[in-house]
């Protein structure tokens, strides 16, 4: 290979020449390039034809593919039909019945309307066209390339409706074929496709396989019923496990903003991957902010559950979609989205709760029966996803999944209805079961921390409790306040004690039952207690000299080292032989702590805990994790207020701390400075960006499941109610 010359100036100079002519491209070249845009893989090919067919009021679409769709697609359907004498210019670039004005546009039903899709066909392949219309004895046949018929269609017997071949895909697009050819999911893609279209299209049977089958893929026949045609399609293990959904939005003249109605998995259906299918007034379209809005509910309800199964019918007023985008682009964005989007994730939300506590209404009348012994079969009912969850392999840093059979457990304890009486003696009842099984004699722990969930439910305060599950959040205030909307009324929370009382709330609660962060690299007790001691100090200013420190940090070092069994399996933290804290809980699904914290959390432990006392001992132990993963403001300095300045030029940072662990900013570096401040600005932005995002997308549907607010709440400012206007004001202006 020629070595490349390095980029110079003067070599851009001297590669400046007369601008080069513009011409026009030969009718010929620009096709080809359109089409290849239209069709970029057999799947897309697939799609055309199949809503070609829907839009011909088809009721049975068959589908043969040969080798990936590269060799053959034969898409056969019982439509209208093609009048003969349409043929001609049936695959002409802009040739459609479905559209003649713009206007039309606005109301259209239709797929289609372009006239692009056959005629891209037959510049990248072979098409040839079989159709018979109403009332005719016989139908024709006729081949196309590059948009013209290749001679006079012929007569030939015909079934009802049309059916429409490709052959020889990008015969003539060499790079295309190629690398298309080594991959093989062009079939799995096709697969899938007709899979979704079948779900939505219950009125049309589908079928799909390869050429030379027998058996189809996709089989699935006209039903009246959604659920039916699921079971068909995807299996009675996808079908059994749904639970419709439903929502709508409708505004003050009600007329209709949104509707939508659908399927979504429950806690037993289990897979690694989310199926999503969507379909916004008719078409199947994707919409990532959407998918992710229901995969947090999803992770925040059963923290060790599978990814969900989504089937979604979104239907918008026409005039609100705008159906000329570029017909390969599936990504869609829709006018009032964030309504929508939230819409649907609170009816997600509420419909999985739903589904929890049934569950647990269940239970509790099996355990009601005291004399009844421990009945496997209800266990499976417990954890229907069998007890053999996989591992994860561990690198970096991983989550792997608890090889506790009973993991399952803690996800449908938690939504259990605050008010239900019975939920104390209920729970120790399901959690000692769990315990028999696991084979342990000692069952004192579960009391102490019984009696430390029965505080939590003792002291939550309902009014609170209303506004956690059904307030709206706008936004940050500040560092610490976040503005929430509930009802007609605005509240300041405090991120940092409920995130602090909410990972307290839950290691309670998944007490025993945690999945696990894993550690890159061990980190040694010693050393973590010596900078958080140091650190103490520096807030402190009373230094106690190093000695000490050591000191004090080997004692705590071997008092965590004796401890370390039982916190490893009550708490997930692990403390290896030499010392080193290599494991951590996952206390809420999709949130990692600020590892910055793990001194602080360490030596709180050293010094906090009260071993002597069970209760106490656990209580400590939560409270130093609850403190840990709360959602801090990040060390940096918020620079998007007045914390800007500390990352401006000449200006030393003002936090002791900062300059302790930023020296270079301190100042003195003049020549890097600039560079520096940069590098940690853009550094402080993604932190508190992430924060930011956290505490929306994983703090707040997490606390409307899970947080019981201690009445405490109420009266020390952690919720304070925006009296005046004026004041939320200043608010906004400092959103
Ligand atoms: P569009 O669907 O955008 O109109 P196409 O190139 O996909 O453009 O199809 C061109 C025209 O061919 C359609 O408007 C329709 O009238 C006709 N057509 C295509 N496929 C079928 C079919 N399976 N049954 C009946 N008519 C069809
Ligand atoms: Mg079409």
Redesign the pocket.
């Known amino acids: 290979m020629d070595t490349e010359e390095a980029w110079t100036p003067e070599a851009e100079a001297a590669a400046v020449k007369e601008p080069p002519k513009i011409h026009r491209l030969e009718e010929s070249v620009v096709n080809r390039i359109a089409a290849g845009e239209v069709i970029q893989r057999p799947v897309s090919a697939v799609k055309?034809?199949v809503?070609?067919?829907l839009?011909?009021d088809?009721t049975s679409i068959n589908v043969v593919v040969k080798d990936g769709g590269l060799k053959l697609i034969q898409?056969s359907?019982d439509?209208?039909?093609?009048r003969y004498e349409?043929l001609p210019i049936?695959?002409e670039r802009h040739?459609?019945?479905?559209?003649s004005k713009y206007e039309d546009l606005q109301s259209i039903k239709?797929?289609?309307?372009?006239?692009?899709?056959?005629?891209?066909m037959t510049y990248v392949g072979h098409v040839t066209v079989t159709?018979i219309t109403k009332g005719h004895l016989h139908g024709y046949r006729v081949s196309y390339r590059d948009g013209v018929m290749e001679s006079e269609p012929k007569a030939c017997a015909a079934v009802k409706?049309?059916q429409?071949m490709v052959e020889n895909l990008f015969y003539n697009m060499i790079a295309r074929r190629k690398t298309l050819q080594n991959s093989s999911d062009d079939y799995t893609k096709i697969v899938d496709l007709l899979s979704r279209m079948a779900i939505h299209h219950t009125n049309v049977s589908f079928s799909c396989r390869k050429h030379g089958a027998a058996r189809a893929d996709v089989h699935s026949i006209a039903t009246s019923s959604r659920l039916d045609s699921i079971r068909t399609v995807y299996g009675v293990s996808v079908a059994s496990n749904l639970v419709q959904l439903e929502a709508s939005e409708y505004n003050d003249s009600s007329s209709f903003v949104f509707k939508m109605d659908g399927y979504v998995s429950n806690s037993n259906y289990v897979a690694k991957k989310t199926t999503m299918v969507l379909f916004v007034n008719d078409r199947l379209v994707e919409c990532a902010p959407l998918k992710r809005a229901v995969e947090i509910v999803y992770a925040a309800t059963f923290p060790k559950a599978s990814k969900p199964f989504i089937y979604m019918s979104i239907v918008l007023p026409p005039e609100h979609v705008d159906v000329n985008v570029h017909p390969t682009k599936r990504e869609v964005s829709l006018l009032n989205q964030e309504l929508i989007v939230e819409k649907i994730q609170s009816a997600v939300e509420l419909k999985l709760r739903q589904s929890n506590d049934s569950r647990t209404y269940k239970e509790q009348t099996v355990e009601s029966s005291p004399s009844s012994p421990y009945n496997p079969s209800k266990d499976l009912h417990l954890n229907p996803s069998g007890s053999k969850l996989q591992k994860v392999p561990v690198n970096k840093m991983v989550r792997t999944d608890s090889s506790d059979p009973a993991g399952r457990l803690h996800a449908y304890v938690q939504s259990k209805p605050h008010t239900s009486v019975a939920s104390g003696p209920n729970l120790s009842a399901v959690r000692s079961s769990v315990r028999q099984r696991r084979n342990l004699n000692e069952t004192a722990d579960l009391t102490s921390i019984q009696e430390l969930i029965d505080d939590v439910d003792r002291n939550c305060h309902s009014g609170l409790l209303d506004i956690v599950r059904h307030c709206s959040f706008i936004g940050m205030a500040d560092d610490v306040y976040a503005l929430l909307q509930h009802n007609t009324h605005m509240y300041l929370a405090n991120v940092v004690s409920l995130s602090k009382e909410l990972m307290y709330q839950l290691v309670l609660r998944r007490f025993a039952h945690f999945n696990a962060i894993q550690l890159s690299d061990p980190a040694p007790l010693s050393e973590l207690l010596m900078l958080a001691l140091k650190e103490e100090d520096l807030d402190m200013e009373n230094s106690e000299n190093d000695d000490l420190k050591e000191k004090i940090a080997e004692m705590n070092t071997e008092l965590l080292k004796q401890k370390a069994e039982m916190l490893e399996e009550y708490f997930c933290v692990k403390i290896d032989t030499r010392g080193n804290l290599s494991r951590l809980p996952i206390i809420l699904d999709q949130y990692t702590p600020d590892m910055d914290r793990i001194p602080e959390f360490v030596l709180c432990l050293g010094n906090d805990v009260d071993w002597e006392d069970e209760k106490c001992c656990f209580q400590a132990i939560a409270a130093a994790l609850g403190n840990f993963y709360a959602m801090h403001p990040p060390l940096l300095p918020n620079p998007s207020g007045e914390g800007l300045q500390c990352y401006k030029k000449r200006k030393p940072l003002k936090n002791p701390v900062d300059i302790e662990r930023y020296p270079n900013d301190a100042g003195d570096n003049v020549e890097n400075e600039d560079e520096i401040e940069h590098q940690l600005l853009a550094e402080a932005e993604a932190a508190w960006a992430q924060r930011e995002w956290s505490i929306q997308h994983v703090l707040f549907p997490a606390m409307r499941l899970f947080l019981k607010p201690l009445n405490s709440m109420a009266t020390n400012g952690t919720f304070v109610k925006v009296a005046s206007l004026e004041k939320l004001y200043k608010i906004f202006e400092r959103c």
């Open positions: 055309e034809l809503e070609n067919s839009d011909a088809a898409v359907d439509g209208h039909g093609i349409d049936l695959c040739t459609t019945s479905k559209l239709s797929m289609g309307f372009r006239g692009e899709a056959l005629a891209s159709t409706g049309t429409i």
